[in-house]
């Protein structure tokens, strides 16, 4: 019997502790591991910091490794290996990492083949959080170029030699059961808090929101063509669009600056504020493989604060989203269905508008809390733990 706090190293090229979507992923893995007693450090490959502990955080504590200083290693594949190395030399100095677990996320092929050797000799158990299963036109160079070969070595080859997957989502779950893995799913996970009403909108129209990156995944367009047919000239729906950067204005089609606005470099904290002042939020994605493994961290956070959602179904979202209850369901990505359902919210007395947030609120705090899932996340770990008795 150990008679130490079970340790977790998660690991990966991605930022920490805020900064993207992946930074918001890995923290919601950490708070709900650290929810069940265990010990945390997040090394990320993105900026270079020592060891310290989270902000509020009594089981969280994170470095970051932006190269490893060695020149062979920089002449074989400086892009491939600067972050690698490094985070196993800070995972050594601690004095149980040969009884812990390290959970890699975004790492792919062959990030993932180095500490998968290296993990195998170390007698440590290694599993892959999985995210993600990529089209072969998604990533730049296509089918054949080094991405989208990196990528599918890692998800199709390495991923089922690890001790165990996390898969977000039950499309990916379902491709990983047969491997005979240790499985766990954990859609994504995020703090259910109040927000502040930031007087982005006026009060005489129903007020949508989109916060993310238009393009590949999101059909923004068609949302917008939707709501410039139902305005025809009078403001009576607000559509406020959220993008991290300028270069995302391309993406985007047929802006009215009456009715939709559109705000660039908005920080992550204060989207909470904005999303939360909003009648509804608004994700409509065309089922593709890469929607349906994935899962909208938009839809999560929308929930979280308190922001019902219009969304078409693709992933895991008709477990979650009930017509009319905590938002509404859009039959396809098409213009017309999308403006017929946006009038159906129009219709809402302020009193079922409260209701129908409640119960988004409700929604949030039973699937995406992060203590929603200990009880399987608990019984993961100890599967793992068996392995080593």
Not at 341 to 354: D, G, H, P, Y
């Amino acid at each position: 019997m150990k008679n130490h706090k079970r340790k977790v190293f998660i690991v990966g090229p991605f930022k920490f502790p805020w900064g993207a979507a992946n930074s918001r992923r890995v923290y919601g893995l950490a708070k709900s591991f650290s929810n069940i007693g265990a010990d945390v450090s997040v090394i990320c490959g993105n900026t270079e910091h020592k060891l310290e502990q989270m902000e509020n955080e009594e089981n969280i504590n994170f470095a970051g490794v932006n190269k490893y200083k060695n020149k062979f290693v920089n002449l074989v594949d400086r892009v491939v290996f600067q972050h690698v190395f490094g985070i196993i030399n800070l995972i050594k100095k601690d004095n149980l990492y040969k009884e812990s677990t390290i959970v890699v996320y975004g790492g792919h092929g062959v990030f993932s083949l180095v500490l998968l050797c290296w993990s195998f000799f170390n007698r440590t158990k290694l599993v892959a959080d999985v995210v993600e299963w990529f089209d072969p036109h998604q990533l730049r160079g296509g089918p054949f170029g080094f991405m989208h070969l990196n990528a599918k070595f890692a998800l199709k080859f390495l991923y089922p030699l690890f001790d165990g997957v996390i898969a977000i989502s039950s499309w990916l779950s379902n491709r990983y059961k047969s491997k005979g893995g240790k499985l766990v799913t954990l859609p994504p996970m995020i703090e259910v808090k109040p927000f502040k009403t930031t007087g982005c909108f006026s009060k005489d129209s129903l007020k949508l929101i989109y916060a993310g990156s238009p393009g590949i995944k999101d059909e923004l367009n068609t949302v917008i063509s939707a709501v410039n047919n139902i305005n025809c000239g009078s403001n009576l729906v607000e559509l406020l669009i959220l993008i991290p950067h300028k270069k995302y204005l391309n993406n985007l089609k047929n802006i009215d600056g009456n009715s939709i606005k559109v705000e660039v470099g908005v920080s992550h904290h204060d989207i909470h504020d904005y999303v939360g002042s909003a009648d509804f939020s608004i994700v409509i994605r065309e089922s593709k493989i890469f929607t349906n493994a994935g899962f909208s961290t938009k839809f999560v956070e929308s929930l979280a604060a308190k922001t019902p959602v219009i969304a078409n179904l693709t992933s895991d979202l008709g477990k979650y989203l009930i017509d009319t209850e905590n938002g509404f369901v859009v039959n396809s990505t098409s213009s017309e269905d999308i403006e017929a359902v946006i009038r159906k919210a129009q219709l809402l007395s302020q009193e079922e508008l409260i209701i129908m947030s409640k119960n988004a609120e409700f929604t949030a705090q039973r699937f995406f809390s992060f203590s929603s899932y200990s009880d399987e996340i608990e019984r993961f770990f100890k599967s793992l733990e068996e392995d080593n008795v």
